[in-house]
């Protein structure tokens, strides 16, 4: 019953902010930001409480295990812990203070809405963004993906400081990621080419000669890869190695059912098919995205994005590409928003395609809560047999 509840809050906290989305104008540019930071504020509580998330048992263990004392920890044991040194040490304090698990799920899922809330909140259409945010990442964000989420956050954090000048700061948010999540040791590899400059004619040639490059990696060179057996102690590397061979195994991901396969895989490729999407329409309005050096950055990421995630999905390791994806197309719900509400603002049709847009995001929220709800599982109450 609670998690039915869980679930039929986030649709009606969607449907609360769809409807003052298109009702924006309305309310003055004050009344908008005050809305903005009580919705973050109700989201937060929410994530603290719920019941719902594939995180929040694995993270309950972990924050319970974790023990209270700081005594043991050493610099090295914060990079060879499964949680990463934020988590680590978030969840001994809370821990050594008496506090419980919904401490951490609020401090884990208030603090990177709190982020969001000050980059979009000076924002052209503010709360359009942090409506078509929600579709996107509400689910899939702080609900199911709580270091993920952090990470990639901090991580929008860092390209927007980078985009106003600020670069001291965003090399050192972009640096601290690796303390919310391993996997975005990769940004700070990939930080430097987010100033570069694309076509679409560049985009597309780049993209179809990383797809053969890749598929002759993988038929020459990915066997003998998959084949090293890593037995060394750095645990990012493990982890690495762990998920590269996953799917290579013969030990891989197993499927409950048709229904399970159909719904994890919607949701997985829905996302990549939209963020191909997005780069491609974005170059129409390049000759604007580009005197927007917050937008020209958030594209060049998202584009950075669309090239690791072929990569892996052709190695067949498509956890580490949705995760690196996942990290490096945190912004194209800025990039929605600007071609939707501004970019579009005077095509003839433009109803019809914020209509489409939403139409299809809704689509996706549907299926992700049908995959929450297990009907794809034998165990649970809702399981449609299939």
Known sequence: MIRIINILFVCLILLIIIIHAFHERKFSEKANKRFL???????????????????????????????????????????????????????????????????????????????????????????????????????????????????????????????????????????????????????????????????????????????????????????????INYSGENYIIWKFFYYLTYYNSGNGYHYLGRLHVILLNFNLYFIIIMNILIILISFKYYKLIEKDTTFRVLMNSQIIGSFVNIIFIILSATTIGYRLSYLFSIGNFMLLSKILFVYNNNNKNKNWYVYLTFLFLLLYNFMIILYEAGVHNPDSMFYLGW
């Open 37 to 227: 930071m009580v919705y973050t504020i109700v989201i937060s509580i929410f994530l603290s409480l719920r019941v719902i998330g594939l995180d929040l048992e694995p993270h309950r263990l972990w924050f319970e295990s974790s023990g209270s004392s700081f005594s043991d920890l050493t610099l090295d044991s914060l990079f060879s812990s499964r949680l990463e040194p934020f988590f680590n040490i978030l969840s001994i304090f809370l821990n050594s203070r008496g506090f419980g698990y919904e401490y951490f799920l609020l401090i884990a899922g208030s603090i990177p809405m709190i982020i969001l809330y000050n980059i979009i909140k000076n924002e052209q259409n503010p709360v359009k963004i942090y409506c078509v945010f929600l579709l996107i990442y509400l689910i899939k964000g702080p609900i199911e993906v709580i270091r993920g989420f952090f990470a990639a956050i901090v991580y929008l954090s860092a390209i927007y400081s980078l985009s106003k000048g600020e670069k001291l700061k965003a090399y050192i948010k972009n640096v601290s990621t690796i303390l919310f999540h391993f996997s975005s040791v990769a940004s700070i590899i990939l930080f430097p080419f987010l100033k570069a400059k694309w076509t679409k004619k560049k985009y597309l040639i780049t993209l179809f000669l990383t797809i053969f490059l890749t598929i002759f990696f993988r038929v020459v060179v990915f066997p003998q890869l998959i084949s």
